[in-house]
C-alpha cells in the first residue's frame, strides 16, 4: 500500500517518536540560549495536548519525554 492510500487515522510517523524528537529539538534551543525554559516546555506541553498524545500515553508519560530530552543537554 502506497502512502497516498493509507487511511487518514495510520499516522505515517510514530506520534512518540516525533514528540520525542520535538523535545530534543527544543531542548537543544534551550541549550543554546535561543528560548527559555518556559517557552519550550510549555509549546511542548501544548502540543502533546492538542496531537491528542496526553490522551494516548497519558501526562506522565509526556512528562518523563520532555523530561529525558532536557536531561541530556544539562549534564
Known sequence: ???ARKS???????PV???TARCEARALLFATGEIDLIEAVDVLQAAAVASGLVAEIGQDEVQKIM??????VRR
Open 1 to 3: 500500500m502506497t502512502a
Open 8 to 14: 487518514a487515522d495510520q499516522s505515517l510517523v510514530d
Open 17 to 19: 517518536l516525533a514528540f
Open 67 to 72: 523530561s529525558a530530552a532536557f536531561e541530556q
